[in-house]
């Protein structure tokens, strides 16, 4: 059977892992390399690298990283954070990334999408949306809205709707993160997971939230996700991907 | 170029990156090289057809090349060959993809598209049940994980054919080979240990043999 799979990220700036809590305070965490190769070695099932390196200099500083990573470690990997155009993302695949994300640059412009979907394949493009509770108290206007700009502006746009219609326009997966969640360790939204999950017929990868071993659980069965995304919780060694998986395995989920 | 024959050469044709699948090899002592030059590919002891995205537009880029005659050619004089991917699908018949589209017949059946049911594409890591016994999996662990991404299965018409298959909505056959013509639906260099292993022993495969 196909398995869940367990995907830790790494938020990379100026080549050097970072991690940001809400969106805003940066805790070193060392070096990409060592860290993608110590995850491979747990049984992580892919990686995946946000890059927030804002420097004139920054396609070659993530094309070597890139290739860096590529050459140690033989599980898929994704790279995002950035990516403006078609050239920013045929640089980090061909530099050995197997797939790119696509957030503010998918929602500016969404005909990157499809051009980036019927250029490299649709397994290529993973559109990340980072989404946010609506504020307002009212029934009719529940739900989710999209923000860009890490986190920083609101698009005003539905989130469960913008998924399916990355969907049309090529996407081959949707990674949710739920800004509410983020860095809160209280689970990931598993309501916003199931109703995205619902929408669309490509795989959900959930993110925001991770704290504890049964969120993973919570995500990957109630919220339908196809692979669950933590960062922090993996970075300072409170659970090793092993122990996600044991623990998953021990309530049926089927992982490698 | 030197002389030397490359123990391993991958089929550059223009689709995808194919840096992953030579340090891959690498990563198991084999110098593969990746190469769009005739003459590499017509004295390699290996060939690897790799794969991604539309059959039909693999199998024009291939053909535009002269590769598609340069793989039959080759095969035929029993040199191993391992498609991965959609290279594993071009080693058949025909593909249902967008209508009708000829593959290189190198295996009798059709490439299909998986249910609408399903999530598509299948992407993440499956099991591979072991059927007809071949080097190409020799030390690989009964029921191992492997990493796929696609939309389209291979349907041998042969089940002699079949070394290992892969339940997602249908039994469908994840590993083929005659002889030494071998087809992977999955990415072994994306495939950690197990797709190594699979990598080593296609490295150490010789002429003809089975």
Redesign the interface.
């Known amino acids: 059977m196909l398995a869940k799979r367990i995907i830790p990220c790494l938020d990379v700036d100026q080549g050097r892992v970072v991690k940001g809590i809400r969106f805003v305070s940066l805790v070193d965490a060392g070096n990409p390399i060592e860290q993608a190769k110590r995850y491979d070695a747990e049984g992580a099932d892919e990686l995946t690298f946000l890059d927030i390196t804002a420097s004139s200099d920054k396609r070659a500083i993530v094309s070597e990283l890139v290739r860096r990573v590529a050459d140690q470690v033989f599980i898929p990997f994704t790279v995002g954070g950035g990516l403006g155009s078609l050239e920013d993302i045929r640089a980090v695949l061909r530099a050995g990334a197997d797939k790119v994300t696509l957030n503010t640059a998918a929602v500016v412009q969404p005909e990157l999408i499809s051009l980036g979907a019927e250029t490299f394949g649709s397994q290529c493009v993973v559109v990340a949306i980072d989404a946010r509770r609506r504020r307002v108290a009212s029934d009719a206007a529940k739900g989710w809205e999209v923000y860009t700009h890490g986190g920083r502006r609101n698009t005003n746009w539905d989130a469960v709707e913008w998924a399916a219609r990355a969907e049309r326009l090529g996407a081959g997966e949707i990674l949710l993160t739920s800004m509410d969640a983020d860095g809160t360790r209280d689970g990931f939204d598993v309501e916003l997971t199931r109703a995205v999950a619902d929408a669309v017929r490509i795989p959900v990868i959930a993110s925001g939230g991770a704290g504890k071993l049964e969120h993973f659980y919570d995500a990957l069965t109630l919220g339908g996700a196809s692979a669950v995304l933590a960062a922090s919780l993996f970075h300072f060694g409170e659970y090793k991907v092993s122990e996600v998986k044991n623990y998953l395995r021990s309530r049926g989920v089927v992982v490698r | 170029m030197s002389g030397r024959a490359a123990e391993v050469a991958i089929i550059d044709y223009g689709v995808g ?1 194919l ?2 699948v030579e ?2 090899f690498a ?1 198991t002592g084999c110098e593969a090289i990746v190469s769009d030059d005739a003459r590499v590919l017509r004295e390699a002891k290996r060939l690897v057809l790799p794969g ?2 539309a059959f039909g537009a693999c199998m024009k880029a291939l053909g535009e090349r002269g590769f598609d005659q340069l793989v039959l050619d080759r095969t035929a004089e029993g040199t191993p060959l391992l498609g991965v991917c959609v290279g594993m699908q071009m080693l058949f018949e025909e593909s249902e993809e967008f209508g009708r589209t000829n593959g290189l017949g190198l295996l009798r059946g059709r490439v299909r598209r998986f249910s609408k049911e399903l ?9 591979v049940s072991q059927r007809v016994p071949h080097a190409l999996l020799a030390g690989v662990e009964e029921g191992a ?1 492997f ?3 696609h939309s389209f299965y291979c349907e041998p018409e042969e089940r002699d054919v079949i070394c290992g298959e892969t ?2 909505g249908t039994n469908y056959a994840s590993v083929v080979a005659r002889g030494a013509i071998c087809g992977v639906q999955f ?1 072994p ?4 240990t197990a ?2 292993c699979l990598l080593k022993n296609f490295a150490e495969l010789a002429a003809g043999e089975r």
Do not use: D, I
């Open positions: 990156n840096r992953s340090k891959a990563a991604v995205g999530l598509v594409p299948q992407t993440g890591w499956n099991q994980f990493y796929f991404v339940e997602y990415h260099e994306k495939s950690q797709g190594l």
